[in-house]
Structure formats: C-alpha cells, structure tokens
C-alpha cells in the first residue's frame, strides 16, 4: 500500500497522478490528525509513502535512516519501507530543480525571497544557496536568521519571490500569505509551490502587477517519477512528465471576456465542442436561476441588481473545471470577477472592432449606436489590462477559434 500522508489534502491531485503513471499501484490519501499520524507511523502498514505538510518535518523520529539530501535538509516528503526499516527521501529538491529547469528561471546572484519557514521552504534553501547569497527567508516565527513579513515590506528590491506556504491553496483560495501591492519592491518572478488552483490569490495578483508567474504543479510531477523509482526501483516511462503536465493543465477553463455581439457564446460553443468541455454562458446562467432574462431585470430592478445577480453566478461556476466560460459584456466593471475566474482559468479577451460591433435591442445597455460606443470606451482598457491573452476577431469565428486554441496549447505545455 502507497499513499500520500498529511492534513487537508483532498485538494491533492497525487492520487491521479501516482496512478496515472503506475495503474495497478494501490495509492491513497492519508488525511491524518497529529494522533492519527503517530498510530500509522507506529503501525507501519503501508510499504512507501509521499510526506506533504504539515508532517515532513515531524516525521523525522519515525525513520531509521536518512538518504543525503535529506539529511542536510531535514525536510522528508518520501518513505520507503525497507524489511520494516523506515528510509526518508527528499524527493522535493528535484523536484523544485526540474521546475526551475522546466520554466528556464536563472536564480544567479538574484535576491530571492522564500515565504515560510517549513520542511518545503527548508528544501528550497538548500537548492537556492548554490546559485545566490541573496537569500531572504520569510517566517510568522522569524528566528536571527528569518525576517518578519512586516521587514519585508521594506526591502528595496525582489527579483524572485517564492511561497512555500500552504496559504491559499484550495478550498481557502481567497486567501494569501501576502499583498503584493504593499511591497516596495515588485518581484518580477513570483514562483508559487501551490498548484491547486493552478493560480493562486498571490498569483492572481502577480499577474495584474505584470509579473511573470508560475505554480508547483511541475515540481509535482518532477517528485513523483522520483518517488516512484524509490518505491519500485525503477523510473516510469508509460507517461513521458511533459504530457502529464499538459493533461493537467488541460482541465484548467478558457474564460471569454469581450464587448456584447463580439461573438463571445458563438466561439465559445465551438470551442468547448473541440475541446470535449462544459459550455457555461454568465448571462445564460443567471436567467436560468432566477426565471427572468438580463435585460428584464436591468429594466425592472437597475444595473446594480443586475452585477450582484452576475457576481453571484461567477461564485458559482468559478471553481469549476474542464469548462468554457463566455461571460457578459460588463463582467470586467467588477474587476473581482476576473481575479475569480483566474484561478481556474485563462481568460481571453475577444477583441472586435468598435465598427463590427453591432447595437441589440435585446441589450438595454447597448441598443444604440451611441450607447455602444460609450460602453465600449468605458470598458477598452479593462478588457486590456485584466486578460491573459487578446484575440483579434476581425476575421471568421472559426479563425478567432484556432487562435484560442493555438494559445491554450501551447499555455498547457509551458
């Protein structure tokens, strides 16, 4: 029996992943409280495990032996069991390695700041100290060679910034150890070992700050091929990393953003067709919970009425997976929306031309010419600055549909 140990961890996706690799391995999830975890690790009725928080460091009394990474680490996140004899690995300094291979990072005499203290930040210290002696490090316990959150505020420059937290990794995705607004200095890599979702809160906000950004997703998948040849003396071949990678990242949603008659609902139909996902429409949702249409209640009860009934739609459906999403013109005036269905997606803006687009009377707020193009102004920049990719639709639907489809390729394999 294989299986990942700690606590909180249904968000895991190392079940998946361990089977995906090796299907007849019997690999579970341990979600263990503190006695829980003294009892299993006293029985010993598994033969390997993957160790993640809060326990890589305080499985330490349990093993009989070390190998040397994690010796120096102190930090334990893979068990074998050994004629009853327990060996720690440290699958995870690979893993941090192969992320930072992956996504060509250069850490050379960066300032690099880690936040956290833990087995995964300890890790992370020992791999960084080869390439730069500008290390940070970050804890809520700051210790002579830790620095308060407060004290970070007030360096005056980041090139690298880190989290080897769990904070804000799912379902307490609104949450992050910092804001990165209130730093004085802007890092320009924000790196974050969190792959669920697979952008965080502090993601989120690195990206609306141009940063460019990057999850763990890769360093777990990197430890697990490594664990997997520690449980069973031999490297999995069945999955080459990279398509495993870009499975995932597959299920993450396409989320359209764009003026109304922009072609939004039409593309994205055809999308989710090609790509076998859920076609969800914010406007459509919305007149389906309530029984009234947009413009009935823009008329009846006001705009404002209308953004709450939209907000609470994008609560809805913004955890959601494998899903199109094609949202309402105004969707962008409450930027939270966005930041929302970042999390789990990637959002394109569809990018008419002011001329193509055409007034609705169906759409109180947009039936004339005139009121077109007031809205359009209005919304030009948010459309800009909120999306991760434009899409030119000045030609074919079918056209501006393989240009999302060319990006979200290539957004998997990255």
């Not at 968000?11 to 090796?22: D, E, G, M, N, P």
């Not at 210790?143 to 959150?149: E, G, I, K, P, V």
């Given at each position: 029996?294989y299986g990942?140990?700690?606590?909180?961890?249904?968000?895991?996706?190392?079940?998946?992943i361990?089977?995906?690799?090796?299907?007849?391995?019997?690999?579970q999830?341990?979600?263990?409280s503190?006695?829980?975890?003294?009892?299993?690790m006293?029985d010993k009725?598994?033969s390997?495990?993957?160790?993640?928080?809060p326990?890589k460091?305080?499985?330490l009394p349990?093993?009989?032996?070390l190998?040397v990474?994690a010796n120096?680490?102190?930090?334990?996140?893979?068990?074998i069991?050994?004629k009853?004899?327990?060996?720690?690995?440290n699958?995870?300094?690979?893993?941090?390695e192969e992320?930072i291979?992956?996504?060509?990072?250069?850490l050379?005499n960066?300032?690099?700041v880690?936040?956290?203290?833990?087995g995964?930040?300890k890790t992370?210290?020992?791999?960084i100290k080869?390439?730069t002696k500008?290390?940070?490090?970050?804890s809520?316990h700051?210790l002579d060679?830790?620095?308060?959150y407060e004290?970070?505020r007030?360096?005056?420059?980041i090139?690298?910034?880190?989290n080897?937290?769990?904070?804000g990794?799912f379902?307490?995705i609104d949450q992050?150890?910092i804001?990165?607004?209130?730093?004085?200095a802007?890092?320009?890599?924000?790196?974050?070992l969190?792959?669920?979702?697979?952008?965080?809160?502090l993601?989120?906000?690195?990206?609306?700050l141009?940063c460019k950004?990057y999850n763990g997703?890769?360093?777990?998948?990197?430890?697990?091929y490594?664990?997997?040849s520690?449980?069973?003396?031999?490297?999995?071949?069945?999955i080459?990393?990279?398509?495993l990678?870009?499975?995932f990242?597959?299920?993450n949603?396409?989320?359209?953003?764009?003026m109304?008659t922009?072609?939004?609902?039409?593309?994205?139909q055809?999308?989710?067709?090609?790509?076998?996902?859920?076609f969800?429409d914010?406007d459509w949702e919305?007149?389906?919970?309530w029984?009234i249409?947009?413009?009935?209640i823009?008329?009846?009860?006001?705009?404002?009425?209308?953004?709450a009934?939209?907000?609470?739609?994008?609560?809805?459906v913004?955890?959601?997976l494998?899903?199109?999403i094609a949202?309402?013109?105004g969707?962008?005036e409450?930027?939270?929306?966005?930041?929302?269905?970042s999390?789990?997606?990637?959002?394109y803006?569809?990018?008419?031309?002011?001329?193509?687009?055409?007034?609705?009377?169906?759409?109180p707020?947009?039936?004339r010419?005139?009121d077109?193009?007031?809205?359009?102004?209005?919304?030009?920049?948010?459309?800009?600055s909120?999306?991760?990719?434009?899409i030119?639709?000045s030609?074919?639907?079918?056209?501006?549909?393989?240009?999302?489809?060319?990006d979200?390729?290539?957004?998997c394999?990255?």
């Amino acid at each position: 029996m294989y299986g990942l140990v700690g606590k909180n961890i249904q968000y895991s996706y190392s079940t998946a992943i361990h089977k995906l690799l090796r299907p007849d391995i019997n690999y579970q999830l341990f979600d263990l409280s503190e006695t829980q975890f003294q009892i299993f690790m006293q029985d010993k009725n598994f033969s390997g495990l993957n160790i993640t928080t809060p326990y890589k460091e305080r499985i330490l009394p349990y093993l009989d032996s070390l190998d040397v990474i994690a010796n120096k680490t102190q930090s334990i996140n893979t068990v074998i069991k050994r004629k009853d004899q327990l060996v720690g690995y440290n699958t995870d300094y690979y893993g941090f390695e192969e992320l930072i291979k992956h996504h060509k990072i250069d850490l050379r005499n960066k300032v690099i700041v880690i936040l956290g203290s833990g087995g995964s930040s300890k890790t992370l210290q020992r791999y960084i100290k080869k390439f730069t002696k500008q290390l940070i490090v970050v804890s809520r316990h700051p210790l002579d060679n830790y620095y308060s959150y407060e004290e970070l505020r007030l360096f005056p420059m980041i090139d690298i910034l880190i989290n080897a937290t769990p904070v804000g990794a799912f379902p307490n995705i609104d949450q992050s150890p910092i804001q990165l607004l209130k730093l004085t200095a802007r890092p320009k890599i924000v790196i974050d070992l969190i792959y669920n979702p697979p952008r965080s809160n502090l993601l989120v906000q690195a990206k609306e700050l141009g940063c460019k950004t990057y999850n763990g997703l890769w360093m777990l998948i990197s430890q697990a091929y490594l664990s997997q040849s520690i449980f069973f003396k031999e490297i999995p071949t069945a999955i080459p990393a990279i398509q495993l990678y870009s499975s995932f990242n597959k299920s993450n949603n396409i989320v359209l953003i764009g003026m109304p008659t922009s072609g939004k609902s039409t593309i994205g139909q055809m999308l989710a067709l090609k790509l076998g996902k859920t076609f969800i429409d914010t406007d459509w949702e919305i007149e389906k919970t309530w029984g009234i249409s947009c413009a009935e209640i823009i008329t009846t009860q006001g705009i404002d009425a209308f953004r709450a009934y939209e907000r609470s739609i994008v609560k809805k459906v913004m955890t959601s997976l494998d899903c199109v999403i094609a949202t309402g013109g105004g969707i962008v005036e409450n930027s939270a929306n966005i930041f929302d269905l970042s999390h789990f997606g990637r959002i394109y803006f569809i990018d008419r031309p002011l001329e193509l687009l055409m007034p609705s009377r169906s759409n109180p707020l947009s039936a004339r010419r005139e009121d077109l193009q007031n809205l359009y102004l209005s919304r030009i920049s948010s459309y800009r600055s909120l999306c991760d990719q434009r899409i030119a639709n000045s030609r074919s639907l079918e056209a501006c549909c393989n240009l999302i489809l060319e990006d979200f390729h290539a957004y998997c394999h990255n």
